[in-house]
T-cell receptor, first 113, second 114 residues
């Protein structure tokens, strides 16, 4: 059974810092990996999606990398801002599981002004 | 498009009562997913549909939970009878079957069973 782990569970940084969120998964047979953002009391919003054949994806100040063989992904946030404060979730879609996603527990990020 | 619509947004009920959660997916999406989110267990997939047909319900916790999708624009998740441990935020999401497509989440229904 696929298990997804995110470290750290919570992170507090001053504004302007570059930071890295980590995600690991136990079964490397994945179709793709996604990073989502969740604001308090809201649903999830997809930030970046990396196909299993890709190594990274970038969107603005966000960069996600994927090392499928080692079962790891990182989300890099450059020049963090208070508006980046949210919970970030990693999710993997297994090769053989239709369109299902398995989520990590999330990292709760607070960026202080 | 208005995105995925869920109702109600908040529900407070007493143990033993029936609870029905509703979802309208994004028009044209083939897949619909029901998730439950709690502090202890995180985000868990309960069931998902493809073209209105249930594909995998292995995440449904027990027989008290049931889900239907009578047409492409409507789905329900029913809990009968409800218990305090069912208190959680329930999300509905939808997607197309295109390669690389993400899932689009609704705002969730926050359920409290007293």
């Amino acid at each position: 059974k696929q298990e997804v782990t995110q470290i750290p569970a919570a992170l507090s940084v001053p504004e302007g810092e570059n930071l890295v969120l980590n995600c690991s998964f136990t079964d490397s047979a994945i179709y793709n990996l996604q990073w989502f953002r969740q604001d308090p009391g809201k649903g999830l919003t997809s930030l970046l999606l990396i196909q299993s054949s890709q190594r990274e994806q970038t969107s603005g100040r966000l960069n996600a990398s994927l090392d499928k063989s080692s079962g790891r992904s990182t989300l890099y946030i450059a020049a963090s801002q208070p508006g980046d404060s949210a919970t970030y979730l990693c999710a993997v879609r297994p090769d053989n599981a239709g369109n299902m996603l398995t989520f990590g527990g999330g990292t709760r990020l607070m960026v202080k002004p | 498009d208005a995105g995925v619509i869920q109702s109600p947004r908040h529900e407070v009920t007493e143990m033993g009562q029936e609870v029905t959660l509703r979802c309208k997916p994004i028009s044209g999406h083939d897949y619909l997913f029901w998730y439950r989110q709690t502090m202890m267990r995180g985000l868990e997939l309960l069931i998902y549909f493809n073209n209105n047909v249930p594909i995998d319900d292995s995440g449904m916790p027990e027989d008290r939970f049931s889900a239907k999708m009578p047409n492409a624009s409507f789905s329900t998740l029913k809990i009968q009878p409800s218990e305090p441990r069912d208190s959680a935020v329930y999300f509905c999401a939808s997607s197309t079957n295109r390669v690389g497509e993400t899932q689009y989440f609704g705002p969730g229904t926050r359920l409290l069973v007293l």
